[in-house]
Each structure stands twice: as structure tokens, then as C-alpha cells.
């Protein structure tokens, strides 16, 4: 079946409508916490019920609930004491609020904790307090970025299931539900009040959980076509039993609900991930040379986003969920904004794979990460520099709201001038390939103005872009009387057309383009009623040779010979030779004609003599 024209049916729009709203219902309402924080009770404790921080988030111990009441890393909460059976009752919620190592409770909470005697610390019961968790411009800048990309994660997710559904987009959509960088703390704050709620929430996250991670196998075993063969085929039988095992190990992982000490478990559960993780890149890595040319480009830009999207976000969650990472830590726990912003990078790998699956062809994957990476750095720089002056500026000044709202505009905007500035010199120093194409296409371009015929700005128009940017085809069709013939063409067999009719469906999604003589992309799914070349000799952009009054010609160029889409930079140069293709064929025209002006003049001079 062919997955460009299935349709969603009714029951699948339901489920994907019920998806893409549980993944929106936890973490939209984290949108509201850089304006209403929550609270802390600033302990943090792991699986086995071991307190191994007593001040973070907090900045100072004096600040910190737990500190201030003698806690201290090392104190064990009493499990069997503090357990959810039965559902519903104080000591369960006390224990859900402190319960999987991150604590965002709601203003004003209260919570007992029942410790067990350590060392020369009798047994006790604790009463604590939330405080008002610290909040920042640095820290609130982070939450929202991750918040807008979490959202933009899941809808772009979903827009793949609409738009091509099959288990290659349903398998990545329950991969994005569960594992996005949008944080649900604000969600499971508020089902604190509800124990039995809370647990039942807690029961579906683990089967997302487990769901999301074989999706992320399922996807990586039919990316991008939509379907998978031979040994690939047979592995996807696998995937029922790795979600039974997945599901029980991340049920597990839940016993310290009911009185288990679960460390081991839990991070079993997390390092599960990173198995997946390795397992999904192994499956890219060994599928990629099976793939056509124009597929191989496509999933290189999967590969790299599962690089760089899938490790950032186990380790956010394993730095905020566990303490594994305790010791690298000096002890303490992560900052929210570094785990922030490793949330933040994982919205990478669904910008990559939404370019991948709804695009047949892509531009090399080089140029996104070179892009990327420069604004990383770009971001970086200023965030390491001035995170602690704005604080201190904050306290120092009290500016108002409307205040940092400006500056933290103007310094987005110089952000985005330093980045392209910074992307053109990359560019300029990094793509030499393309330097040279574009020294030559500049001496082209002078070269079509000094033409001397038609024939010879069509050759210039298709055999040196063909050879220079190593295109799988070229032509040029010239417009007689709403006909597009074709003049000159490297790539286009003896079986295709030789004209085109200037009302083709091909062009019908981009008249007024043609209109304004701008390039514009030739859709891959799109029906034609001419006969076009196949595969990557198939043209994917169209730019037209024309003046405001006149249409002169339509030069049609094919992808990259190595299956690569034309980039920004290659679409402006070609836009340049056609621009000056237009001045010489109004030039040549015009000439054409005073030549016949000059013929018939000297004809009827000749006639009044002869008689």
C-alpha cells in the first residue's frame, strides 16, 4: 500500500485524537510555571527510599524544608510505613510527593515523613512545608523553550500520523507521547490531591512508557519507505515480547509504592532506554545501504537525530529521576536548567525525522547539524556569561516584567544576527565544494548575458548547473503559445516528453509562482499528464524564465546524483542563471525582430525601385 495515499479512518482519528491529548494534557500545563512556580520540599529521594539530597532546588540549606527541619543525605524513609496500600491514604500521598526523585508539589503542601533510625539518628517523624521553588530568567527562559518544543514534538508527531498513517508514524507518535522534552510536573502536582489518581496515572505512564520504546523500534525498522524486508521483516515478530518485558520492568520499578526497596529496578527500567536507544541506532545504521539513493539521504538525517535526540534525554532523566549521577554531582542533584536544556536537544531528533518522512527528497544532513551546532554555541555563550549578572541585576534593579520582556527581545534578536553571520562564514569556510560551484555559476551567469543565441543560453542553463552542482537531470522546455517544448536537457530519456503543457497538474500548486518568476518546488506526489523521468531524474524544482509581462521558458532540475535535494543556496544560483537567461532571451528576441524590421524595410525600398 502505498502510505502517501492512505487515509485515516474514523477509529484512527479517534486514537490519534486521545494520543496527541494525553501527550498535550501533561505537559501544557507546565506553561504556567514561569509565571505560578510550584514548591519544593527540597529532599529528594531514591527507590530504596534513601535521601540523598536535602537542600536542591534550593540554593542554601536555610532555605531548604528538609534541611532546616535535620534532614540530611543518607536518612532512609520508612517504606513499609509510608506505602500506598491501601490507595488513598495521608501516608501514600505524603509518599507521592516525594516519589520518584523529583519534588514539585503544589504551594503550600504539607507532607510526614516516617524515617528509620541511621547511625546514631533515632526513628522520627517529620513534618514538612513546601517552600516556593527559586525561579529565574535563565531557568524560566529553558522551561519555556522546553515546553514550546515538547508541544511543536507531539503535533508534529501526530501531523505524521495524518499525514502518512502506517506503524512507521504510529510507532514514532507513541515514542513522542511519552518521550518529548515538554516536563509534566505541573500535571502529576495537581494529582497529588488524588492518590488513587496519581497511582493509576503512574500505571499508564509505564505502559506509554513501554510503548513508546518499541514504537522507536518499529520506526527505526521501516523508516523511511514505511515498510520493512528479509531479516528486518522477521525482527518486528520481537517486538510484542520486548514490550511484555519492558511493561513488567517499568511495573516493577513501581514496588517502592507499596513498601519494595526498587533502586535496582528503576534504574534498570532507565537503562533499558539506552539499550533501545543503541538498538534503534544499530537497526538505522544496518538498513541505511539496503535503501535507493534519495532514502539513504533520509534516513542519514533519523540516524543523526537519534545521535544527538535520544542520549541527551536519558541522561536528563536519569539525572533528575535517580542518583546515579550523585556522585558526579558533588552530591547534590542537577540543576533544572542543565536538564532542561538537555531536554531541549531531544526535540532535535523530531525536527529530523519530520524533515525525513514528509519530505521524498532531503538537503544533506551537513548542513542542518552545521547550522545547529553554530546555534548551540551561539546560545551558549551569552546563557554561561549572563546567567548569574541577570540574576543579579534582577535583585539589584527590580526591573518590571515589560522591562526584561524588551531586553530579553533585543538580545533574541542579536542572538539571530550572530547566528547568521556566523552560519555564513561556516558556510564560506566549511563548504568549499560549493564555493567553487558557485565561482563558476557567477562566471555562467555573465556568460548566458553575452550569448549569442537561444540554443546557447539553453545549454548554459542546463549542462553547467548539470555538471557543476552534479544534478541527475536538467532541462529547459521554452513556451510557445502556453506549450512548454522541451530545447535542451541532460537526463531526460528518449520515453519522456518533449512538452509540457503550461496547465500541467505539475505546476498547479504553484501558478502564482510562476506568475512572479520565483523558483518553486515540484511536488513528488503530484500527478502529471506528462511522461517524466523516474527516481532521482524526476525534477523537484521548477523556475521560471519570465519578466512581469512575458513568459520566456521553464528550466526543470532533478535532485543531487547522490540523492540529495537542492539547498537554499544551490535554488538562489539557479534563480541568478534564470534571471539572466531572461535579459538574453528578451535581448535575442528583440533582436530577432529588428533583424526582420531591417529585412522587410530594405524589401520595401526594393519594390518602388523594381517597378
Known amino acids: ?123 522520627r517523624a517529620v513534618t514538612l512545608t513546601a517552600a516556593p521553588r527559586p525561579r529565574g530568567l535563565l531557568l524560566n527562559a529553558v522551561l519555556m523553550l522546553d515546553q514550546l518544543a515538547g508541544i511543536a514534538v507531539v503535533l ?237 541585576i534582577d535583585h539589584l534593579l527590580h526591573l518590571p516584567e515589560w522591562a526584561w520582556f524588551l531586553l530579553a527581545s533585543l538580545l533574541a534578536f542579536m542572538i539571530a544576527r550572530l547566528h547568521d553571520l556566523a552560519t555564513e562564514i561556516a558556510d564560506h569556510l566549511m563548504d568549499r565544494r560549493f564555493a567553487r560551484a558557485e565561482h563558476h555559476l557567477r562566471s555562467v551567469a555573465r556568460a548566458i548575458q553575452h550569448a549569442t543565441s537561444r540554443a546557447e543560453v539553453d545549454r548554459l542553463l542546463v549542462q553547467e548547473p548539470a555538471a557543476t552542482l552534479k544534478l541527475a537531470s536538467a532541462a529547459v522546455f521554452r513556451d510557445i503559445d502556453g506549450v512548454l517544448r522541451r530545447s535542451a536537457a541532460v537526463g531526460w530519456e528518449a520515453d519522456t516528453s518533449e512538452t509540457i503543457d503550461a496547465a500541467d497538474p505539475l505546476f498547479a500548486r504553484s501558478a502564482h509562482k510562476m506568475r512572479d518568476e520565483t523558483p518553486f518546488r515540484l511536488h513528488s506526489d503530484t500527478e502529471s499528464n506528462a511522461a517524466l523521468p523516474d527516481d532521482l531524474a524526476r525534477p523537484i524544482l521548477a523556475v521560471p524564465v519570465a519578466s512581469p509581462r512575458q513568459t520566456f521558458a521553464m528550466a526543470l532540475y532533478g535532485s543531487h546524483e547522490v540523492g540529495t535535494d537542492l539547498s537554499h543556496r544551490e535554488r538562489a544560483l539557479l534563480a541568478e542563471l534564470a534571471h539572466r537567461a531572461e535579459s538574453a532571451y528578451a535581448y535575442l528576441e528583440i533582436r530577432r525582430l529588428r533583424h526582420r524590421v531591417e529585412a522587410l524595410e530594405q524589401r520595401a525600398q526594393v519594390a518602388p525601385a523594381a517597378e
Open 156 to 392: 508534529g508527531a501526530a501531523w505524521l500520523v495524518w499525514l502518512r498513517p502506517g506503524a512507521m508514524t504510529w510507532g514514532f507518535l507513541a515514542y513522542a507521547a511519552e518521550f518529548n522534552p515538554g516536563q509534566p510536573f505541573v500535571f502529576y502536582a495537581f494529582l497529588q490531591h488524588w492518590p488513587r489518581l496519581y497511582v493509576a496515572a503512574a500505571v499508564i505512564a509505564c505502559v506509554m512508557q513501554a510503548a513508546g520504546y518499541v514504537g522507536l523500534l518499529l520506526f527505526a525498522l521501516r523508516v523511511p519507505t514505511g515498510h520493512s524486508a528479509g531479516a528486518w521483516a522477521r525482527a518486528e515478530r520481537a517486538l510484542p515480547a520486548v514490550f511484555a518485558v519492558l511493561l513488567l520492568l517499568s511495573l516493577a520499578s513501581l514496588g517502592n509504592l507499596f513498601g519494595f526497596r526498587t533502586e535496582a529496578l528503576s534504574r534498570a527500567s532507565f537503562l533499558a532506554g539506552f539499550a533501545v536507544a543503541a538498538a534503534a541506532l544499530a537497526i538505522l545504521i544496518g538498513r541505511r545501504h539496503m535503501l535507493a539513493p534519495r532514502d539513504y539521504q533520509r534516513i542519514r538525517w533519523v540516524i543523526w537525530g537519534c545521535v544527538i535526540g535520544l542520549p541527551t534525554y536519558q541522561v536528563a532523566v536519569l539525572m533528575q529521576s535517580t542518583s546515579l549521577f550523585t556522585p558526579l554531582l558533588g552530591g547534590g542533584s542537577a540543576p533544572e536548567y542543565l536538564t532542561g536544556l538537555l531536554y531541549l536537544v531531544n526535540g532535535v531528533l523530531c525536527l529530523f525525522v519530520v524533515e525525513a518522512v514528509r519530505r521524498r527528497t532531503v538537503i544533506n544532513v551537513s548542513i542542518p547539524l552545521r547550522r545547529a551546532t553554530l546555534l548551540a554555541l551561539v546560545l551558549s555563550l551569552p546563557a554561561f556569561l549572563l546567567h548569574q549578572q541577570i540574576e543579579v
Open 1 to 123: 500500500m502505498n502510505c502517501s495515499t492512505t487515509r485515516l479512518g474514523p477509529a484512527g482519528r479517534v486514537i490519534l485524537g486521545v494520543v496527541t491529548l494525553y501527550a498535550l494534557l501533561l505537559i501544557a500545563p507546565d506553561m504556567i510555571r514561569p509565571f505560578k512556580p510550584l514548591a519544593s520540599f527540597g529532599v529528594s529521594m531514591d527507590s530504596n527510599g534513601v535521601i540523598y539530597d536535602a537542600v536542591s532546588p534550593f540554593e542554601h540549606p536555610e532555605s531548604s524544608p528538609a534541611a532546616g527541619a535535620g534532614i540530611v543525605p543518607g536518612d532512609r524513609v520508612d517504606l513499609g510505613r509510608m506505602t500506598c496500600v491501601p490507595v488513598g491514604t495521608d501516608a501514600c500521598a505524603s509518599l507521592l510527593a516525594i516519589w520518584g526523585g523529583v519534588t514539585f508539589v503544589m504551594p503550600g503542601a504539607t507532607v510526614t515523613l516516617q524515617l528509620l533510625q541511621v547511625e546514631e539518628r533515632p526513628p
